[in-house]
């Protein structure tokens, strides 16, 4: 023990030799921790200023407006910087005007299909289909959005700057 504190008195000098093995020791440890937290904790989610919609394909734009599922959209998101379908991201639609949003087809104040869920996550390709609902006659203007349910409420829900527009009849 007496030769450990001998190293570590404060009117020693140290060499340079020892300096930047300290520095060097300092570096290594550095990485270490960095790919440890990569090892452990995976990619970061992707944040919504990240994500693109790339396509939105609909069976078609006017449909009966009898409750009963006649139509479907399918939404496709992408990574902005490499192109990529992205995947696992919650992905949801929500009705651009309140009067519009049936009782049937709203939970919380998004577009709900089914009942008590709004959200549904893409798949391999990148890909969401929500089945397209309504009772009431109108031409209805959807927006699309992102969720991460890891972040708190303020940022959780990031519109992802894409609607489409479907007509009930």
């Not at 020693?12 to 990569?38: D, K, M, N, P, Q």
């Amino acid at each position: 023990m007496q030769h450990l504190f001998h190293h570590l008195r404060r009117d020693r000098s140290y060499s340079s030799h020892e300096r930047w093995g300290v520095v060097v020791a300092l570096g290594i440890l550095t990485i270490l921790i960095s790919a440890g937290g990569f090892i452990l904790f995976g990619n970061p989610a992707a944040s919504a200023s990240s994500l693109a919609v790339t396509d939105i394909r609909l069976t078609s734009q006017t449909l009966p407006a009898d409750g009963a599922n006649h139509g479907q959209a399918t939404i496709t998101i992408s990574d902005k910087k490499t192109d990529q379908a992205v995947v696992g991201v919650w992905v949801g639609l929500q009705i651009v005007n309140p009067v519009l949003r049936g009782v049937a087809n709203s939970y919380l104040g998004w577009y709900s299909p089914e009942p008590q869920r709004a959200f549904y996550q893409t798949d391999v390709n990148g890909q969401v289909q929500f089945p397209l609902i309504s009772e009431i006659a109108a031409d209805i203007e959807y927006a699309i959005y992102a969720a991460n349910p890891e972040l708190k409420n303020d940022n959780k829900y990031q519109e992802l700057d894409r609607r489409f527009t479907v007509t009930f009849k």
